[in-house]
């Protein structure tokens, strides 16, 4: 009974996450070499801060590449579910490469704030930095339109993190202002400081939404409801229950049991079970459902570790 989600809607969420995954390779590339270039121009420490950072995005993009690519496969005979899940290992990843930068930056700052640098070619670095708060806000707003598309757990991980270095970037913009130009190579590594604290603060949220997809936490109570008020539209349908609900990537996994009139024959029960999954995927067209009809107030606990009582029967 279970109808699976539409091979169209899943090929254009698949089709964004890869186009979306090679952008931002591409940017963390061009960031890289952008703020190695103001680094050794300048030495000031909230480029250096930036740089590094860069680098874990490039490695935290490059393992969000590879897994929307794995996830996106199909269920085969040993993942039965798909792959799914896949993307919160990637999130995963990106949040320890964000706990490690922030350490980096942090103890790089605090060093440098008992032992201030001055910081050179100012002019170049402030050139830097916009242009990186350029690229890194068009591809924030790329990862935006996939996730729209595609739902995509890991680029939504990704892009919280390009998202986070926006505004760090405006931090590192103040830090090399104030050491270039203002002759306070201290609110320089201050301005470092507040980066690696952000980022360790980003991490965490990272680090939770990963948690909460690896432990199958449910999905939110409005649409749990959604799926409930489409399955009882259909008056022929008297309760709901044993509603699960998780995601795997970007498919939203749906299994319930549905009350139904025990005089039905097995044909007339069916057709009304495939009628609640079509009005459910069209509400979540990426969406696996298994409905599993009961037949009213004559039907006993059953279902295994997870079971119904028989309080849920009534």
């Given at each position: 009974?279970?109808?699976p989600?539409?091979?169209?809607?899943?090929?254009?969420?698949?089709?964004?996450?890869?186009?979306?995954?090679?952008?931002?390779?591409?940017?963390?590339?061009?960031?890289?070499?952008?703020?190695?270039?103001?680094?050794?121009?300048?030495?000031?420490?909230?480029?250096?801060?930036?740089?590094?950072?860069?680098a874990l995005?490039?490695v935290?993009s490059?393992?969000t590449?590879?897994?929307?690519?794995?996830?996106?496969?199909?269920?085969?005979?040993?993942?039965?579910?798909?792959?799914?899940?896949?993307?919160?290992?990637?999130?995963?990843?990106?949040?320890?490469?964000?706990?490690?930068?922030?350490?980096?930056?942090?103890?790089?700052?605090?060093?440098?704030?008992?032992?201030?640098?001055?910081?050179?070619?100012?002019?170049?670095?402030?050139?830097?930095?916009?242009i990186?708060?350029?690229?890194?806000?068009?591809?924030?707003w790329?990862?935006?339109?996939?996730?729209?598309?595609?739902?995509?757990?890991?680029?939504?991980?990704?892009?919280?993190?390009?998202?986070?270095?926006?505004?760090?970037?405006?931090?590192?913009l103040?830090?090399?202002?104030?050491?270039?130009?203002?002759?306070a190579?201290?609110?320089?590594?201050?301005?470092?400081?507040?980066?690696?604290?952000?980022?360790?603060?980003?991490?965490?949220?990272?680090?939770?939404?990963?948690?909460?997809?690896?432990?199958?936490?449910?999905?939110?109570?409005?649409?749990?409801?959604?799926?409930?008020?489409?399955?009882?539209?259909?008056?022929?349908?008297?309760?709901?229950?044993?509603?699960?609900?998780?995601?795997?990537?970007?498919?939203?996994?749906?299994?319930?049991?549905?009350?139904?009139?025990?005089?039905?024959?097995?044909?007339?029960?069916?057709?009304?079970?495939?009628?609640?999954?079509?009005?459910?995927?069209?509400?979540?067209?990426?969406?696996?459902?298994?409905?599993?009809?009961?037949?009213?107030?004559?039907?006993?606990?059953h279902?295994?570790?997870?079971?119904?009582?028989?309080?849920?029967?009534?």
């Open positions: 009974m279970t109808s989600a539409p091979s169209a809607a899943l090929d254009d969420a698949h089709s964004a996450t890869r186009a979306v995954t090679r952008l931002s390779v591409g940017v963390a590339v061009v960031l890289i070499a952008l703020k190695a270039f103001a680094l050794g121009a300048s030495g000031s420490v909230s480029i250096l801060a930036s740089l590094a950072d860069s995005d490039l935290a490059l393992a590449f590879f897994a929307v690519r794995w996830a996106a496969a199909a269920p085969d005979e040993d993942h039965r579910y798909g792959h799914g899940k896949g993307e919160a290992l990637a999130s995963l990843v990106q949040a320890g490469l964000v706990f490690a930068s922030a350490l980096f930056i942090g103890w790089e700052a605090f060093q440098r704030m008992f032992d201030p640098r001055p910081v050179t070619s100012g002019y170049w670095s402030v050139l830097v930095v916009l990186s708060i350029a690229l890194t806000g068009w591809l924030v790329m990862q935006g339109r996939a996730i729209r598309k595609s739902g995509s757990m890991a680029v939504e991980a990704d892009r919280a993190h390009y998202a986070a270095d926006l505004a760090a970037n405006g931090v590192v103040i830090g090399v202002i104030s050491g270039a130009f203002l002759a190579p201290g609110l320089d590594a201050a301005a470092g400081l507040i980066v690696a604290v952000w980022l360790f603060w980003g991490a965490i949220a990272m680090l939770k939404t990963a948690a909460d997809h690896l432990v199958d936490k449910a999905l939110p109570d409005a649409d749990r409801v959604a799926i409930t008020t489409a399955v009882l539209a259909d008056p022929r349908i008297s309760g709901v229950h044993q509603l699960r609900t998780r995601m795997a990537g970007s498919v939203m996994m749906i299994q319930m049991h549905v009350d139904l009139d025990p005089t039905l024959t097995l044909d007339a029960a069916h057709a009304i079970v495939v009628e609640a999954e079509n009005r459910l995927l069209a509400i979540f067209p990426r969406a696996d459902i298994l409905i599993h009809p009961d037949p009213r107030g004559h039907a006993e606990p279902g295994g570790a997870f079971a119904e009582t028989s309080a849920s029967l009534d």
